[in-house]
């Protein structure tokens, strides 16, 4: 048969008898799977059936170390506009065609070396074989969860066949990833080989399967019913559901979906066991979480693919970096950096304190499990990459220097005043300020062009975000620059004007500070802080407080207090746990009480006691009136970023609520929850607060929204949008 091709496919024979069929997405970095590069599979493999020679067929990819990343989310995003009698035939159509993998008279072997993810990871799993290389990017996974859904195309009926039921829960309802070592311990891989030696030993597999004549029974066992007894299938599924509560918290309605689909289909075959799987894909998609989840991908999407500044600008390499100040701040980033193999010369006053650091740091790194904060997967040496800076002067060669020192104006300008003299005409200084004007600090320097915010969020480690502060003078190559480098080093950086407590604060202060009205207007701490975690919170406002520390709360809270009065109220609560000794976590007291090494508080009774004087209890308060308060302030302040061009787009507030705050994904962002409610309903639901004071009053963006009916993601290109389903 001679080579040909298709528009995403490459077939070729390195023998007259064994194909090999490289998938090659056109004008993508990375390959997927729709329904049309599918459609020309299943007419590839007609070309194969028709062929009395072909007695294999090994699938790789046409992109080195990239096998395949999933379904097109795109083409996903654009069916949810399409009746659910279109999806189901489409589905049904994409399984039967991967089913055709497993079914044909020649072995079929997926020679995987990178990602295979999602619908990648279920066409490897429809190959009688598995050959993975053990190049550091290789990683099997079903991600399918996090986007709301279930595998579609039969992953939930083949992959427990080829694992074990236990195994295939871990991996698609707790969407736990497997490198190319344990996938076979698992079973999962029939063959793990080096990156050079992938196809051949893919070829070799075919040919061993040839000629043991082990085929047909391989096949017949993952075509049949599961052999799992009743009691351990029992065990598991109650297992595995605490398992899915413990880390979704009742929030990814689809990783119970999945649960329930592989326990169910235990005694089918493996054909029912796909229908099924169908069945439940479709119900899913379009769902609210569902949509929500998408929105969230197509955040990240676009934050990686924003330009950020217009015109012809371009963004400098960075290839060395300088930390000024050992602390927790200047640790984490400077591990950051070492993770991504880019050398950091760190620099302290305290020659202990860097002593110190160099040791902490290089605990950081290895701390840090294999993908954190955009790993590469690579090992990372410190030899060579980490320095001690003898002083300020020593950082005359780094092309970035990022001050972290304490949260004081005066210290921050005493060091760039003997820092900025030894600095070259290109380098960047950026400050890791999370309250301070970026454009108040930039007025002792000569050179404020080249000066920015770049304020990272602690743990720096699990902390993608970065949000990147543009002083009144900082210049588009320097925030271009800083953007490209937060990128480089696995960030997610969202670019905003300088403003009183930039975005991220600016969006929390309100939320903390309401939930303080709300304690002197009788609501109980323990309420406060449940309704926040029903809404979908990591933490409720008052246990983040003590996470945070009262007095490191008070102190960083006294900026917006000063900047917005009108709104924002110095009250008492935090002055008196401060005078008694209650900082939280780190005192042992605070709103809770907390045991030794304990993380969770205990409810105190002694904290009502404390706060009595200053409580005006008149009435019950309700759930709905604690969340609405909650979350109504924080959403008129997003509104008021946007009127004053604070913000340029709606995206990176939705992305800095959820990646900064732990806004829940499953909302799909704070802007794109509030599109589920619509501006007139906000305007409606603001309206029994409005005797609280300016912070419950509509402001003028949110009315002119609707009057004219408009959502806030309206001004974002249709190709890349989804609509909201309705509130949660």
């Known amino acids: 048969m001679p080579d040909i091709g298709s528009t995403c496919w490459r077939l070729s024979f390195p023998f007259p008898e064994i194909a090999l069929l490289l998938l090659d997405t056109p004008g993508k970095s990375v390959n997927l799977l729709d329904a049309e590069s599918l459609a020309e599979l299943d ?29 097109d989310i795109h083409a996903l995003r654009r069916s949810i506009d399409d009746d659910q009698s279109t999806v189901r035939d489409r589905m049904i159509g994409c399984q039967a065609t991967l089913r055709r993998l497993s079914s044909g008279r020649y072995v079929t072997v997926a ?39 279930i595998p579609g195309w039969g992953g939930t009926a083949r992959l427990p066949r080829l694992v074990g039921l236990d195994h295939a829960v871990e991996m698609i309802a707790l969407d736990r990833r497997t490198g190319a070592e344990d996938a076979g311990a698992l079973g999962l891989a029939d063959e793990v080989v080096p990156p050079g030696q992938l196809i051949d030993a893919a070829i070799a597999v075919v040919r061993h399967d040839l000629d043991s004549g082990r085929l047909p029974t391989h096949r017949q066992r993952l075509s049949g019913p599961m052999a799992v007894g009743e009691e351990e299938a029992q065990f598991l599924s109650e297992s595995a559901a605490r398992a899915i509560d413990e880390k979704w918290h009742g929030r990814q ?22 229908c099924s799987a169908v069945e439940a894909f479709v119900e899913l998609l379009g769902s609210h979480v569902n949509v929500s989840l998408l929105n969230v991908y197509l955040l ?24 000024v100040g050992a602390g927790i701040m200047g640790i984490g980033v400077a591990a950051a950096h070492l993770r991504h193999h880019v050398p950091v010369r760190l620099a302290d006053a305290s020659d202990e304190a860097l002593s110190r650091a160099v040791v902490e740091v290089l605990e950081e790194i290895a701390a840090a499990p294999p993908g954190v904060g955009g790993d590469t997967g690579e090992a990372v040496n410190p030899v060579g990459l980490l320095e001690r800076a003898a002083s300020v002067a020593s950082l005359a060669d780094c092309d970035l220097v ?4 304490v949260e004081t104006a005066e210290v921050k300008r005493r060091i760039y005043e003997q820092l900025e003299p030894h600095l070259s005409p290109q380098t960047v200084l950026v400050s890791n300020t999370s309250t301070i004007p970026i454009s108040s600090l930039a007025r002792s320097l000569k050179h404020p062009d080249r000066f920015c915010g770049m304020h990272y969020f602690n743990p720096v480690r699990h902390m993608r975000l970065v949000e990147v502060i543009r002083g009144d003078l900082t210049s588009d190559a320097t925030v271009a620059t800083v953007v490209d480098h937060a990128k480089r080093i696995g960030k997610m950086p969202i670019v905003v004007h300088d403003s009183p407590g930039f975005l991220v604060n600016r969006l929390l202060s309100p939320y903390l500070n309401e939930s303080l009205e709300l304690l002197i207007a009788g609501a ?10 029903q809404f979908g919170m990591p933490l409720g406002p008052l246990a983040l407080y003590d996470l945070v520390g009262v007095d490191t709360s008070f102190y960083a809270g006294r900026t917006l207090w000063e900047a917005f009065p009108d709104r924002i109220a110095a009250l008492p609560v935090l002055p008196a746990l401060f005078r008694k000794g209650r900082l939280g976590r780190k005192s042992g007291e605070g709103f809770y009480r907390y045991e030794p090494g304990s993380k969770r508080g205990e409810p105190d009774p002694r904290v009502a006691e404390l706060l009595e004087p200053y409580v005006r209890r008149t009435r019950e308060i309700s759930e709905q009136e604690i969340t609405r308060r909650l979350f109504l302030p924080m959403l008129l302040e997003a509104t008021r970023l946007l009127e004053s061009g604070v913000v340029r787009d709606v995206r990176d507030i939705d992305l800095g609520m959820i990646y900064g705050l732990g806004f829940p994904a499953e909302r799909g962002g704070l802007l794109f929850w509030a599109d589920s409610l619509g501006a007139a309903r906000i305007v409606t639901m603001l309206e029994p607060y409005a005797g609280l004071g300016s912070r419950f009053q509509p402001t003028a963006f949110l009315l002119d929204m609707a009057a004219h009916g408009r959502r806030f993601y309206d001004n974002v290109p249709a190709e890349v949008r989804v609509h909201p389903r309705g509130s949660l």
């Open 43 to 71: 007419q590839i493999l007609d070309r194969l059936d028709a062929s009395s020679e072909v007695s294999g067929l090994v699938i790789a990819s046409g992109k080195p170390g990239k096998f395949l990343a999933g379904a």
């Open 111 to 149: 020679a995987v070396d990178g990602v295979c993810l999602g619908g990648g990871a279920e066409l490897a799993c429809w190959c009688d074989r598995r050959v993975l290389s053990t190049g550091a990017a290789t990683q099997i996974g079903f991600p399918e969860v996090q986007l709301g859904l």
């Open 253 to 274: 309605p689809a990783a119970t979906v999945a649960l329930r689909l592989l326990m169910e289909n235990v005694e089918a075959d493996a054909a029912k066991a796909s």
């Open 300 to 323: 990240r999407e676009h934050n990686k693919r924003d330009a950020v500044v217009s015109g012809e600008v371009t963004a400098r390499r960075i290839e060395r970096v300088g930390i």
């Open 402 to 405: 990022v001050e972290t020192v």
């Open 524 to 533: 109980a701490v323990t309420d406060i802080d449940l309704a926040a975690e």
